[in-house]
C-alpha cells in the first residue's frame, strides 16, 4: 500500500498564490506520472497537471501560464505552484501517482490522496 498526504490547500484571495506538495510513502520500487486532479461542486473530476518519470509536464488550459508542476525524485514528493488564482479554481485538490512496488513486476499501480480544499475568494 501507498500512502499519500497531501497539504498547502486553504484560503486564497483572487490573485493570490497557494502551493500544494504531496508525499509518497509505503511500498514504492518506482514513480511513474504523478498528477494533480482537482474537483468543483457539482462537477467531474479533471485532470489540472501531471509530470512524468522523466520530467515531461502537461497542464490544463485553464491553467496553463498560472500553475506549474514539479517533483522531488529523492522524496518522491510533488508539488502544485498556484499563482494567479481566480475563484473558478476553487476546488478539492487531489494528488495521484502511478508506480511499481517491485524491481521483479512492471504491474503499475494507482493511488490518489485524501484531497486538500482550495478556496479563492473573489
Known amino acids: 500500500q501507498v500512502q499519500l498526504v497531501e497539504s498547502g490547500g486553504g484560503l486564497a484571495q483572487a490573485g493570490g498564490s497557494l502551493r500544494l506538495s504531496c508525499a509518497a510513502s509505503?511500498?514504492?520500487?518506482?514513480?511513474?506520472?504523478m498528477g494533480w486532479y482537482r474537483q468543483a461542486p457539482g462537477k467531474q473530476r479533471e485532470l489540472v497537471a501531471d509530470i512524468t518519470s522523466g520530467g515531461s509536464t502537461n497542464y490544463a488550459d485553464s491553467v496553463k501560464g498560472r500553475f506549474t508542476i514539479s517533483r522531488d525524485f529523492a522524496k518522491n514528493s510533488l508539488y502544485l505552484q498556484m499563482n494567479s488564482l481566480s475563484p473558478e479554481d476553487t476546488a478539492v485538490y487531489y494528488c495521484?501517482?502511478?508506480?511499481?512496488?517491485?524491481?521483479?513486476?512492471?504491474?503499475?499501480?494507482?493511488?490518489w490522496g485524501q484531497g486538500t480544499q482550495v478556496t479563492v475568494s473573489s
Open positions: 495521484n501517482v502511478h508506480y511499481t512496488s517491485s524491481r521483479f513486476s512492471t504491474y503499475e499501480y494507482e493511488s
Open positions: 509505503g511500498r514504492i520500487f518506482s514513480i511513474n506520472t
